[in-house]
């Protein structure tokens, strides 16, 4: 007897009908890369299931973050499981005892699927699947259905969708085994296994369609971001929900989509920013970081995170108000390092400062983060403190120069004007020596022909 959790799942995965003839069934590929539109998540009853081992970062309150994601993914939490082990076990990941103990409050509440706050392989899901006889997800593919229900942009979709096939790749493997052989012996395969060969051959062309025109447009992203090297750029970073939006429609007047929710945006939004009595930046906000973040998504969204790693400074900003802040914080921080930006020149925002309980956690966390600047984008409480940080992080990369060119250069004098601080000048016959602060990455910008720079010690 085949058992339901592993015709569901190549149900989930592959798309099977009971059709199986050319002209009814969908296209394989199809459903293949498209994991959470066969099943969606919404409306399903879950438990929620967290193993805590060694040096995982302990939340205030267990599987809070894991239930924020499955109500994100519009799951309905009915139970909780958790244990502490020094490593996981090699089957089940959970220990035998609270296998039975999940299997027994799965029959209870009649869940229709449990996700772990853990990644699984492909065997320890089918394990669980038989042990318990319903859905089983990881936090992974838990996170990839979010994305894959937020994602708006062409883009984002073709981001999601090569995350989802590369996490789906290793899991094709008996997939089909509900397509038992027909026959034993050499050269007698079952339908199983040829529909495996055709869905991996498949996967694999896919994948490589998918990289080749996420490539067209992260070199595409990267003009993009060149032809605005005129301009100072600022990145919004952080963890998801901690209000990035928010404050970027506060500062600049935008009309970012913003919701209370994990990931309400996936998509990089770029808007001139007017900081009084200094000037014009750029401003961008990016998809929000998460603890765990799967390294698909982050290989994925490369083109989306080319902002964060252009930009000449980054804003990282901190829900003040959630008691896990401090692990937040250290979450980013090590997302950045895993995307090389970490070294970047970075200011710490504490938002959400008008929900705070009382003065005292502000207090906290001013005296652990000295020079963070706390904010609220609600209420705008703050802003005027963070645009003149920003101001004075920005004016830390002027150098003073002395540009020596023709009197008649009106082009390179408009550009030292736009973009710096032009001091005094000087005429000397047909040419005039401009002494000015500008950024230090423009001055190569500056060293063409017939204008000499030389930097003031």
């Known amino acids: 007897m085949v058992d339901k959790p592993s015709v569901a799942r190549a149900e989930r995965y592959v798309g099977f ?6 002209t009814t069934r969908r296209s394989t590929l199809q459903a293949v890369y498209e994991l959470r539109r066969t099943e969606r998540l919404a409306a399903e009853s879950a438990i929620l299931v967290g193993v805590f081992l060694p040096g995982r970062p302990a939340e205030r309150v267990p599987l809070q973050e894991l239930e924020g994601l499955a109500t994100t993914a519009g799951c309905r939490v009915v ?10 076990d090699a089957a089940t990941y959970l220990g035998s005892g609270k296998v039975e103990e999940l299997a027994a409050l799965v029959a209870k509440t009649q869940a229709d699927v449990v996700i772990f706050d853990n990644d699984l392989s492909p065997g320890q899901v089918r394990n669980l699947e038989k042990a318990l006889n319903v859905k089983v997800i990881d936090r992974t593919e838990l996170i990839l259905d979010i994305f894959a229900g937020r994602a708006r942009t062409h883009e984002a979709r073709l981001a999601v969708e090569l995350a989802q096939l590369e996490y789906a790749m290793p899991r094709l493997k008996r997939m089909w085994t509900h397509l038992s052989r027909l026959r034993k012996g050499v050269g007698l395969r079952g339908p199983g296994e040829t529909q495996l060969e ?17 490539r067209a447009i992260e070199r595409r992203k990267e003009r993009e971001v060149a032809a605005r090297r005129d301009h100072m750029t600022v990145s919004l970073v952080g ?6 939006s928010t404050l970027m429609n506060a500062l600049t007047g935008a009309d970012v989509f913003v919701q209370d929710a994990l990931f309400a945006t996936l998509d990089t939004r770029t808007r001139r920013w007017q900081i009084p009595g200094w000037g014009h930046v750029l401003l961008s906000d990016t998809v929000g970081f998460i603890r765990d973040l799967p390294h698909h998504l982050i290989a994925s969204f490369k083109a989306t995170l080319e902002e964060a ?9 901190a829900d003040g108000s959630n008691p896990d802040v401090y692990e937040q914080i250290a979450a980013a921080f090590r997302v950045l390092e895993e995307i090389k ?19 005292a956690r502000l207090d906290g966390l001013l005296s652990r983060y000295p020079n963070a600047i706390p904010v609220s984008a609600r209420t705008g409480q703050g802003l005027p403190q963070l645009a003149a940080a920003v101001a004075d992080a920005l004016s830390r990369t ?3 120069v002395d540009v020596e060119m023709g009197a008649d250069n009106g082009q390179a004098m408009a550009y ?11 005429y000397l016959d047909s040419r005039v020596v401009v002494h000015c602060r500008i950024p230090r990455g423009f001055l190569g910008r500056m060293a063409k022909d017939g204008v000499q720079v030389l930097v003031r010690q």
């Open 239 to 244: 963890y998801t929900n901690a209000g990035k």
């Open 79 to 88: 139970g909780y499981v958790t244990q502490r082990r020094e490593a996981p």
């Open 341 to 359: 930006i970490e070294k970047k020149d970075t200011l710490l925002v504490i938002n959400k400062i008008d929900a705070l309980p009382d003065r």
């Open 309 to 317: 790693r252009q930009a000449d400074l980054l804003l990282h900003v």
């Open 416 to 426: 030292l004007a736009q973009h710096g601080q032009v001091l005094s000048k000087k």
């Open 398 to 400: 002027f150098v003073d």
């Open 17 to 22: 009908k009971r059709d199986r003839s050319s």
């Open 198 to 214: 055709e869905d991996r051959r498949l996967v694999e062309n896919r994948i490589k369609e998918l990289k080749r025109k996420l």
